[in-house]
T-cell receptor, first 114, second 114 residues
Framework: DTGVSQNPRHKITKRGQNVTFRCDPI?????LYWYRQTLGQGPEFLTY????????KSRLLSDRFSAERPKGSFSTLEIQRTEQGDSAMYLC????????????FGPGTRLTVT | GQQLNQSPQSMFIQEGEDVSMNCTSS?????WLWYKQDPGEGPVLLIA?????ELTSNGRLTAQFGITRKDSFLNISASIPSDVGIYFC??????????????FGKGTLLTVNP
């Protein structure tokens, strides 16, 4: 199995710009999660999908954030009108409902908003 | 958002020493997980615990699920330089595939002096 992949690994953008990140989960994993991690903190849950359905969104996910998983495979996370407070590592994880269901994380996308 | 209380925040040890770290919560969790994160990378799953009182090993790592279900411990024996990194505990309220959201501690930064 190849692991979870995320692109880009790093993104620097100016305040007010829109950015989009992509996550490709482990093949056949039907659950996909997005987390945000700021410096010195553990990851914080943002949202998750089961197949193509988005089943929960955290309060952290303001209306400037939108996530999609159109075909139940890869997912995108878009941030509109970025703010400096959006600077963080955005982590994607996937899991499979079955014998093993733990979450396996990708390498993350480091966003810096200047 | 809610986070677990993880201690110590950092540890500086000599190669060959044993290490202990712990995680506590005011809420009950039905699954405890331990992850390791290297700089610029995503967390890697080390150990998963599913039953109160459970003691599980993975090589030189041993973790325990506290009897009260409000705490967990991780021990590393005979540390080596590649053990350097940030160790995170994570808790999940649900069991099996019925729940999903992980709550993370702030991490323990481990430095091993060769």
């Amino acid at each position: 199995d190849t692991g979870v992949s995320q692109n880009p690994r790093h993104k620097i953008t100016k305040r007010g710009q829109n950015v989009t990140f992509r996550c490709d989960p482990i093949s056949e994993h039907n659950r996909l999660y997005w987390y945000r991690q700021t410096l010195g903190q553990g990851p914080e849950f943002l949202t998750y999908f089961q197949n193509e359905a988005q089943l929960e969104k955290s309060r952290l996910l303001s209306d400037r954030f939108s996530a999609e998983r159109p075909k139940g495979s890869f997912s995108t996370l878009e941030i509109q009108r970025t703010e400096q407070g959006d600077s963080a590592m955005y982590l994607c994880a996937s899991s499979f409902i079955g014998l093993t269901y733990e979450q396996y994380f990708g390498p993350g996308t480091r966003l810096t908003v200047t | 958002g809610q986070q677990l209380n993880q201690s110590p925040q950092s540890m500086f040890i000599q190669e060959g020493e044993d290490v202990s770290m712990n995680c506590t919560s005011s809420s009950i969790f039905n699954t405890w997980l331990w992850y390791k994160q290297d700089p610029g990378e995503g967390p890697v799953l080390l150990i998963a615990l599913y039953k109160a009182g459970e003691l599980t090993s993975n090589g030189r790592l041993t973790a325990q699920f506290g009897i009260t279900r409000k705490d967990s411990f991780l021990n590393i024996s005979a540390s080596i330089p590649s053990d350097v990194g940030i160790y995170f505990c994570a808790g999940r309220v649900g069991s099996g595939g019925s729940n999903y959201k992980l709550t993370f501690g702030k991490g323990t930064l481990l430095t091993v002096n060769p």
